[in-house]
């Protein structure tokens, strides 16, 4: 059995990106605030995360930073998972503000990630994304402690939550899903 410490990256710095005018998931580029890097901080001293055995991160900067200040603070090897990322608004990597990927999320969140009947959507489908995500955790099966440095909708969607807070912790154990 593996326990995965599911942790939401700290407070991004969504002001960085702004002046840049990024299309798509150039705004993933942008770092933790400084609060960010406190919560990534306080976070390490969690004692469930005593034991852990490897820190996997989303390749998304907020993600890494969270996870590099884990893995100095706990001295874990860190390993970037391509598929950690967050969830896609739009496949195409075309919107290009945050108010269409607002909408986009709106809609995901509406239809429950499933695209309706004989319809396609921009966003990445709940069933594409539990496929990556568990792809990632199945991978790493072999291991009794892994931190996961990810983000809010990848996780949430797991788990079935949308409230995940800015680095907070959700233990997820694989065995949970299986019948």
């Given at each position: 059995m593996t326990i995965f410490y599911l942790i939401r990256h700290g407070e991004p710095d969504w002001h960085t990106y702004k002046p840049l005018n990024l299309k798509g998931n150039g705004r993933d580029l942008v770092p933790?605030?400084?609060?960010?890097?406190?919560?990534?901080?306080?976070?390490?001293?969690?004692?469930?995360?005593?034991?852990?055995?490897?820190?996997?991160?989303?390749p998304y900067t907020r993600a890494m930073q969270t996870a590099a200040v884990l893995s100095r603070k706990l001295d874990l090897e860190l390993k970037v998972e391509?598929?950690?990322?967050?969830?896609?608004?739009?496949?195409?990597?075309?919107?290009?503000?945050?108010?269409?990927?607002?909408?986009?999320?709106?809609?995901?969140?509406?239809?429950?990630?499933?695209?309706p009947d004989g319809e396609s959507r921009l966003w990445e489908s709940r069933e594409q994304l539990l496929k990556r995500l568990r792809?990632?955790?199945?991978?790493?099966?072999?291991?009794?402690?892994?931190?996961?440095?990810?983000h809010g909708t990848l996780f949430g969607t797991l788990i079935g939550r949308t409230d995940i807070a800015h680095a907070?912790?959700?233990?997820?154990?694989t065995e949970a899903e299986r019948p």
């Open positions: 933790l605030t400084e609060k960010g890097a406190r919560q990534a901080a306080e976070t390490a001293g969690d004692p469930r995360l005593k034991g852990a055995e490897l820190i996997l991160s989303s391509y598929d950690l990322r967050e969830w896609q608004p739009d496949l195409t990597f075309e919107y290009d503000s945050e108010e269409r990927m607002r909408e986009l999320r709106d809609e995901y969140n509406r239809c429950g990630g499933v695209y792809g990632v955790l199945e991978r790493y099966s072999g291991y009794s402690k892994v931190i996961a440095a990810g907070e912790i959700v233990e997820y154990d």
